[in-house]
């Protein structure tokens, strides 16, 4: 999800912004993932050498709490949702409905759909 921030054309880019925004006004973090975000988000960026993509998503990722990866998360196979767990929060905030779907009993699994239902693209 938080690639979306950074796309000018995505209909989530301006609330996924607004939710990062708040956040960082309240001087708390905005989520929590693991470390294996970097690659994932930055990977494409990377490879395409697209530097104001790269510059837009280190602030957005220095808003987060990104956990390393141990063998406890590890084992528990989905690093992201396992990381999300493992921490504790509340919600795991997710476009992957064909793997994380709602009958995850550990943490309410959340789609930007619900999230941003009630704000204007």
Known sequence: ??????????????????LLERAEQSRVMAGVGSVMLL????????????ADEIDDLGPLLAL????????????????????????GADRFI???RRDFRKSIAEIDITYPDELFADEAP
């Open 1 to 18: 999800m938080l690639i979306y921030a950074t796309s000018p054309s995505h209909q989530f880019r301006n609330p996924l912004r607004g």
């Open 39 to 50: 690659p994932e988000v930055l990977s494409k960026p990377l490879r395409d050498d697209s």
């Open 94 to 96: 997710t476009n992957n």
């Open 64 to 87: 987060l709490d990104l956990r390393p990866v141990d063998a406890h998360v590890a084992r528990l196979a989905a690093v992201h949702l396992a990381t999300a767990v493992n921490a």
